[in-house]
């Protein structure tokens, strides 16, 4: 099981003017100890994600302050864009991070971040995929034929060259199962996160992804699944939670926020789904954000000790889920998020491939000695 650290700040008016203070020390420690991974979003024209309107940016800055990290797009929502400057833009990426780039591709669901192209709402899941085929044509160095301003079809051609021969790809799936057997028939990855979603469905869509990668002729156990879960860790579970209970109240009060935007634009809210739009009493939301965030702090996040969270990893492993994307940024406390990295590292430790290893060897000395005795 591997660990890496996302962002999806919700704080976007808040600090002291270095808003990303946070994003490049976090992605630093990581970088010193281990981890697989950073995540940077896309998203626009809101507190929720505001921070982050372009991974790109974001990851050529962590390119030059980390050595080992992947630095990954969570997510590139690639209909907003011109497939060849995603290509042209992360190409640029690949080259200062001397090869660490992944981009993970979402179709958006706010039909507001549509303002960049209208005219793609309606068929953005195909227009995604199609796009996804240009960018992988690309960045092998296939030309691509294009007409220019006087309708002359021209070749183009990916420059800088990449370092990587292949872009690693992950698709974005909200729940929707037919996302994860989409991603599976293209050899993508997934990445993925619990809401809408208990571990027994998750573990479901997992095999469905598993059975569509045999189905394509890709090999099931090399497709990575990666779960985003808000992580925050302590010393103390309750200390713990009486810290983080206000805040990620708030953060759940800010993505809903959201997702009522874009229902009252007309549009579908996260996972493809649609409302009528209406204002939530604020008795039944202050409700909502308590039943919400026990459901998190106790099945469905990285919320208490080390010893809370091992036997969840334990859980999610064995239903094949390969990375734990630790979205970390939910309050704003930079001194306790870092803090709180350490005991995230040290979980990550127990689930390194040596640590599994050493555990495994150990099982069958055990078995062995017992079946002496």
């Known amino acids: 099981m591997d660990f890496g650290i996302m962002f999806f700040s919700s704080s976007g008016e808040a600090g002291n003017g270095n808003k990303y203070g946070l994003l490049l020390e976090a992605a630093k420690f990581a970088d010193q100890h281990g981890f697989r991974c950073v995540w940077t979003p896309e998203r626009h024209f809101h507190p929720f994600g505001g921070l982050f309107p372009n991974p790109a940016i974001t990851s050529a800055a962590l390119s030059t302050i980390t050595s080992h990290l992947q630095i990954r797009a969570g997510s590139l929502i690639s209909p907003l864009h011109n497939p060849i400057r995603i290509t042209e833009e992360w190409s640029v990426v690949d080259n200062l991070s001397a090869g660490r780039v992944a981009v993970s591709f979402g179709s958006g669901w706010n039909v507001n971040d549509f303002v960049f192209f209208p005219e793609r709402?309606?068929?953005?899941?195909?227009?995604?995929?199609?796009?996804?085929?240009?960018?992988?044509?690309?960045?092998?160095?296939?030309?691509?034929?294009?007409?220019?301003?006087?309708?002359?079809?021209?070749?183009?051609?990916?420059?800088?060259?990449?370092v990587q021969a292949e872009l690693p790809i992950w698709v974005t799936s909200s729940g929707n199962a037919e996302t994860f057997a989409s991603a599976g028939a293209i050899g993508a990855n997934v990445l993925t996160h619990l809401i809408g979603q208990d571990i027994a469905t998750l573990a479901q869509k997992i095999q469905r992804y598993r059975d569509s990668l045999a189905n394509h002729d890709f090999d099931p156990p090399q497709g990575t699944v990666s779960l985003m879960l808000h992580t925050y860790m302590g010393a103390d579970t309750e200390t713990v939670k009486a810290k983080v209970k206000a805040p990620f109240r708030e953060y759940l009060r800010s993505a809903i926020s959201l997702e009522e935007q874009s229902a009252r634009s007309g549009g579908a809210i996260s996972g493809g789904h649609r409302i009528d739009p209406h204002d939530i009493p604020t008795d039944v939301m202050e409700d909502l954000l308590d039943l919400t965030f026990e459901r998190y702090f106790h099945t469905a996040a990285l919320m208490g000790t080390v010893s809370d969270c091992t036997e969840f990893i334990w859980q999610l492993k064995d239903i094949g889920v390969d990375e734990v994307a630790c979205l970390i940024d939910f309050l704003d406390d930079y001194d306790g998020i870092l803090e709180s990295l350490r005991y995230v590292d040290e979980l990550r430790a127990q689930f390194s491939a040596q640590s599994i290893s050493q555990k495994a060897k150990a099982a069958v000395v055990s078995f062995t000695e017992e079946l002496q005795d």
Request: proline share 7%.
């Open 121 to 162: 709402y309606a068929t953005r899941q195909a227009t995604m995929y199609e796009q996804v085929q240009m960018v992988q044509r690309l960045w092998r160095g296939e030309p691509v034929k294009q007409t220019n301003s006087l309708g002359k079809e021209v070749e183009i051609t990916l420059y800088p060259k990449p």
